[in-house]
């Protein structure tokens, strides 16, 4: 499901769209003097919002795969160092020191926890809600790697059951990384895409917002305030997602 803030900009996008068609259809009624206010502008600024909104879209959908994907793989941790303890604790050999060693690195992988990030449509924000949340599974997959360093340098550790072998948590480890790496590399195109889309939209000095904003106000100044076109535009709304 769209977020609020991808709505809210698709809505005006398609507000753009619908008030370009009421001035189509006053003909030579509308006359700016602001050349920015032009038919052919705005239809240009419509066309450049919806194609910057198609890319973010085409690029959502990668990167919160490879976001749920993440969640899989890290999602069984917590489960498996619970039985990874017990399968230490029954280890020949192994010391309270050992142990409280173990316990250190398990209360360290099970104290992160998952990272929930507000929509946001600043791309300064977005880049720092992923960058703490990629240093929280960088830290789990750190840790990880110490509880297994912990585990191969303890003597009598072998396990017969594969799930609880080095060799397994080595080959978990790998996919943590992989599948770390894989938001980090859907993550980059799809901020750089709303950079974009936020810029035409949002931003710059000639920005869909604030231009079709203004285009509103010339066609006040044209149409009879008891119209219907009047009160039809009148309804059409252009907001800056996040900032209104």
């Known amino acids: 499901m769209a977020s609020t803030s991808e709505k809210g900009h698709a809505k005006n996008i398609a507000n753009a769209n619908l008030l370009n068609t009421y001035i189509v259809q ?14 052919s502008n705005l239809q240009n600024s419509y066309t450049n919002s919806f194609s910057h909104q198609e890319s973010v879209n085409t690029l959502v959908a990668p990167y919160s795969i490879a976001v749920d994907n993440r969640e899989n793989v ?35 992988l099970k104290g992160i926890r998952k990272v929930n990030n507000t929509p946001t449509t600043d791309t300064t924000e977005e880049q720092n809600q992923h960058s703490t949340s990629q240093m929280s599974y960088d830290q789990r997959t750190n840790n990880y790697d110490l509880l297994i360093s912990l585990l191969q340098n303890t003597t009598n550790y072998n396990p017969n059951e594969a799930e609880y072998q080095v060799a397994t948590l080595q080959a978990e480890k790998a996919q943590m990384l992989q599948a770390t790496q894989g938001v980090a590399n859907t993550f980059v195109p799809l901020n750089n895409a709303r950079s974009i889309r936020n810029n035409s939209m949002y931003l710059s000095d000639d920005n869909l917002v604030d231009t079709f904003n203004k285009a509103k106000d010339y066609l006040f100044t044209i149409l009879d305030s008891n119209s219907v076109q009047y009160k039809a535009i009148a309804k059409i709304k252009f907001k800056k997602v996040g900032q209104a």
Request: proline share 6%; charged share 25%; no cysteine.
């Open 74 to 108: 890290f999602a069984p941790q917590s489960k498996k160092i619970t039985k990874l303890r017990k399968a230490y604790k029954a280890t020949e050999g192994v010391t309270k020191a050992q142990l409280e060693d173990f316990m250190t690195i398990a209360r360290k």
């Open 26 to 39: 006053l003909s030579a009624i509308y006359n700016p003097s602001n050349p920015k206010l032009l038919l």
